[in-house]
């Protein structure tokens, strides 16, 4: 059977989606972990990993973003720290935080992943705040409004629909990247695609491949709606006219 074929076959039998025995395997130490052979346990691990990693790298990337936006200051400091976030190898950073206490699994994983979400989030939270007409700023500014309801009330409402264009692309960059935990001994469903390399079952290679494609494809659209639903309706009517 070709290696298409063989693709079609593993994603239309049922027990590749559900396991030989549920979705859950008990630990040694009396807890549990996501079965290795259900492609819906993995795909949940997959989701939660970079739900992690997005959350952190947002945490630490966010505010750091809107307020050096907001100051108008440090635009050297974030392209910088953003290009080196975005020159650093994943593959590598996996392999040494595996190497380090931190461990194996997807602890280092979550933590990598979070480093390389970290650059989008950031240029676009700067962009957003910095970006802001300056003649609103001084409308707003006259009208009483303190510093911080300036960058509050007017300033991120106006950044938001760039802020969240930056969640958006970390958020599918890091699904795409988080297969790379299966190298480290994570989960997460490039454990399909490690396992079929490493039995050379290559329709299941390709299988994991579509699996992570179309993940990819789905938050990027889901992501989309909600970038769309957040922007303030005016922002939303100019770029119909704009477009």
């Known amino acids: 059977m070709s290696t298409v074929g063989d693709a079609w076959e593993y994603l239309t039998t049922w027990e590749n989606w559900t396991g030989t025995a549920g979705l859950t395997r008990p630990t040694f130490d009396g807890g549990w972990r996501f079965a290795n052979d259900s492609i819906i ?25 809107v307020y ?4 108008r200051r440090g635009a050297f400091l974030t392209v910088l720290i953003s290009n080196v ?9 996996l392999t040494l935080f595996a190497a380090s206490a931190i461990g194996f699994g997807n602890r ?29 700023r001084d409308a707003a500014t006259g009208q009483g409004m303190t510093r911080f309801q ?3 009330r007017v300033e991120l409402p106006l950044a938001v629909p760039l802020i969240a264009a930056g969640l958006r692309t970390s958020a599918v960059q890091t699904v795409a990247t988080v297969p790379l935990a299966a190298l480290v001994a994570g989960g997460g469903l490039g454990v399909i ?6 039995t050379q079952r290559y329709g299941q290679v390709l299988a994991g491949g579509i699996i992570v494609a179309t993940l990819s494809m789905v938050v990027d659209a889901l992501l989309g709606r ?18």
Do not use: C, K, W
């Not at 976030?85 to 950073?93: K, Q």
């Not at 390389?116 to 003649?135: E, K, R, S």
């Not at 970038?227 to 704009?242: G, H, K, M, Y």
């Open 85 to 93: 976030s975005r020159a650093m190898p994943t593959l590598a950073l």
């Open 150 to 152: 300036v960058a509050t």
């Open 193 to 198: 695609i490690n396992t079929g390399i490493a």
């Open 41 to 65: 346990a993995l795909g949940i691990e997959h989701l939660y990993m970079t739900a992690a990693a997005v959350a952190i790298a947002a945490a630490i990337a966010l505010p750091l973003g």
């Open 226 to 243: 909600l970038q769309r639903r957040v922007t303030p309706a005016p922002l939303r009517a100019s770029s119909r006219v704009a477009s």
């Open 68 to 71: 050096l936006g907001h100051v």
């Open 108 to 136: 280092a994983v979550i933590i990598a992943a979070a480093i390389f979400a970290f650059p989008p989030i950031l240029t676009n939270a700067f962009t957003g705040m910095a970006d802001v007409d300056p003649d609103v």
